[in-house]
């Protein structure tokens, strides 16, 4: 996706994080912000224009007046994510907003970011698979990926005593972890609107955006008709 590097301080900003089962909304005005939850998975698409204008007003502006929009662009539920980053990309074209897609992937290695070594973040992608990317930190921030599909056993026989595990896909991981005693577990979480806006305001910061013509969700699979080779 193709990216603009004008600099501007940002000081009105919503994020969007719909492809989790709860999803979340955020917004800051400057140094306060306030976050939501949106409920149960399949109810996204009805509650997140309401609830992002109600988090947007409780920070103190309404949301048509934002400056920056942030939406984490996956991975997660497809119809969860071409929810979300339509809307975001709908307020940027309609407010004028910039806007920044982050990945979840990225999101979840900064959180647990212990360390040098790599972080592993795994998500759950159905037919017995995890999509999984290794994350590590550079002096710059995170690099990651690309991320691929894997059968938990060959994603384990994979993955160097040391490393870390993360990420809500860790839970698949727990039959084939048996004996992994030389690789630190976090806790299943997934990524959310309030991280999703402090890195987005990063990016912001350091003149990074998104083109809203040209940003697109990331699938925890492409098409069953696309798939690669699993590595």
Not at 9 to 32: C, M, N
Not at 192 to 217: C, F, N, Y
Request: hydrophobic residues 40%.
């Amino acid at each position: 996706m193709a990216e603009t590097t004008v600099k501007r301080r940002h000081h009105r900003v919503l994020a969007i994080e719909t492809g989790s089962p709860r999803g979340s909304v955020a917004a800051a005005h400057d140094d306060h912000t306030v976050a939501r939850l949106l409920g149960h998975d399949g109810q996204h698409g009805r509650l997140v224009t309401q609830a992002l204008a109600a988090v947007a007003e409780e920070a103190g502006f309404p949301a048509r007046a934002a400056d920056l929009v942030v939406v984490v662009r996956g991975p997660g539920s497809f119809t969860g994510l071409r929810v979300g980053v339509a809307l975001a990309k709908t307020l940027a074209w309609s407010t004028g907003a910039a806007l920044v897609g982050v990945s979840g992937y990225e999101l979840i290695a900064r959180r647990v970011g212990a360390g040098d070594g790599p972080v592993w973040v795994v998500f759950e992608a159905g037919r017995g698979d995890v999509a999984a990317c290794r994350c590590e930190r550079r002096a710059d921030g995170w690099e990651c990926g690309p991320p691929a599909l894997w059968h938990p056993d060959d994603l384990l026989a994979t993955i160097p005593p040391g490393n870390r595990l993360a990420g809500p896909g860790v839970a698949c991981l727990t039959a084939a972890l048996a004996g992994r005693t030389d690789l630190e577990v976090d806790e299943p979480a997934w990524p959310t609107a309030s991280e999703g806006l402090r890195l987005g305001r990063e990016r912001a910061a350091a003149g990074r955006h998104d083109d809203a013509a040209r940003l697109l969700p990331e699938y925890l699979r492409p098409a069953y008709v696309d798939e690669p080779r699993r590595p």
